[in-house]
């Protein structure tokens, strides 16, 4: 079933509008005026696990990965530069890769591979490849069409702390390794951070991992649930440094929160609204409340939520506009990335089998993943495709924490495919 977005649209937009057309009517365009650039409305982003996506350089690589213990690991930047050409044929137009960046330190091998416990947020982890490869990475997508998100991790780093910048900025946190991003120092390194690979590297944007963690935190109290934040909404100052970056650099300067939380207002609150600092926040946010609808209507969520949605209903949410979802930016206007998967939830395919006890031996779990990504295809704003569901990957033998030495935050880093589709894979 492996699917090209862009030409699956028009059978997305006859198979949706069969069942929206019992729901009630919602509009997808935004009432008030918003500045939404058309090219953030219309990305197609493909997520890959660097790690585990694709090994293009034997030599380097983690041979220890935090995933199933089955998966191929040793992914790195030579095996996503190989596969552009795959990416590209599936009508995608952007990709974000995991953090890339020097992990070096005391974490356990398998941490250090996710990237998500850096130490250097200047250099390249040297698994992954060097400046160069990025540089080719950029410069080759670029050719193609093909917009380079990166993942910015700001609000923890690697039990070794971390290294300063290359203009002696160092963050501080004053509530341990998870929690804490004090102002002044922190806010200036990331700002650092953020136009770094933007002016250097021509990237595109950010994907910025558990936002909530950064400036005035979950409950936007004014002073940063989790750091002291001197009155300063980060987000508002990060964000109007990567659009001033990307603006004299001709990329897009996108950037996308993972709040992670079923609630709109909470998302609102949390990564847009100022609290009581000046300025509004991101602009675009991972649309979690949405996923969950359409998990409910097609499939099982993790853990124990037993919550069911019909098809109706989750297609009518989703397909609402912004601010009936209850989310507003007066600073140009907001809008959600609608997604399925990510490296921190269940294989979607691994979700249908918890429902239906269905694999992916029937014509059932691919016809589900084609309803799933169908509804992806008819969404007016940005989406985001985790690798391995265009062709329903699925983590066989993963049931519960520790079947293949695995748990539920990293069961679906497992290995990536560009050929040597199966029959049922393929149609």
């Known amino acids: 079933m492996k699917l090209n977005v862009r030409t699956f649209f028009a059978t ?16 997808t365009k935004e009432t008030a005026v918003s500045s939404i650039p058309d090219e953030w409305k219309n990305l197609r982003i493909y997520q890959v696990m660097v790690s585990a996506f694709q090994d293009g350089d034997p030599s380097i690589g983690y041979k220890q990965a935090y995933g199933p213990w089955d998966q191929t690991t040793g992914g790195d930047l030579r095996g996503i530069i190989n596969a552009l050409p795959y990416i590209k044929s599936l009508g995608m137009n952007a990709i974000w890769m995991t953090p890339i960046f020097d992990s070096a330190g005391k ?53 070794d702390g971390i290294k300063k910048s290359p203009s002696g900025n160092l963050p501080q946190r004053s509530h341990g390794q998870y929690k804490g991003c004090d ?25 910025l991992d558990q936002c909530y963690q950064v400036g005035l935190g979950e409950h936007a109290n004014g ?43 909470i998302i609102q609150k949390g990564s847009v609204n100022p609290g009581s600092a000046d300025g509004y926040g991101l602009r ?8 969950y609808k359409i998990v409910q209507s097609l499939a099982k969520e993790e853990g124990t939520n037993t919550g069911t949605t019909s098809l109706g209903e989750a297609v009518s949410y989703c397909l609402q506009s912004a601010s009936s979802k209850g989310y507003s930016h007066p600073d ?24 239906f006890g269905d694999d992916n031996t029937t014509e059932r779990y691919f016809g589900l993943h084609r309803a799933a990504i169908a509804i992806l295809a008819v969404y007016s704003g940005p989406i985001t495709l985790y690798y391995g569901d265009e062709w329903g990957a699925y983590t066989a033998g993963y049931n519960k924490e520790g079947d293949l030495g695995a748990y539920n935050d990293n069961s679906s880093r497992t290995s990536g495919k560009v050929d040597n589709f199966t029959e049922n894979e393929r149609s």
């Open 12 to 27: 997305a937009v006859l198979a949706t509008t069969i069942v929206f057309s019992a729901c009630p009517a919602e509009t």
């Open 107 to 159: 974490n356990e091998e398998e941490l250090n591979s996710t990237g998500y416990y850096a130490y250097d947020y200047f250099n390249i982890d040297q698994h992954f490849g060097t400046k160069d490869d990025l540089t080719e990475l950029v410069e080759k997508a670029h050719s193609m069409g093909i917009a380079v998100i990166l993942d910015g991790v700001f609000g923890h780093w690697s039990k």
């Open 223 to 265: 002073d940063g649930d989790n750091c002291y934040t001197g009155g300063h909404n980060y987000w508002y100052e990060i964000r109007k440094t990567v659009e001033e970056a990307a603006a004299s650099n001709g990329t897009l300067g996108y950037m996308v929160g993972e709040h992670w939380n079923g609630n709109a207002a």
């Open 332 to 355: 140009g206007g907001y809008i959600p990335n609608l997604f399925i998967t990510n490296h921190d939830l269940f294989r979607f395919g691994n979700l249908i089998n918890r429902k």
């Open 284 to 291: 675009s946010c991972f649309d979690f409340p949405a996923r």
């Open 183 to 207: 102002y002044p120092e922190s806010l200036a390194f990331f700002k650092e951070v953020a136009a770094y690979w933007i002016k250097n590297f021509k990237i595109d944007g950010w994907r």
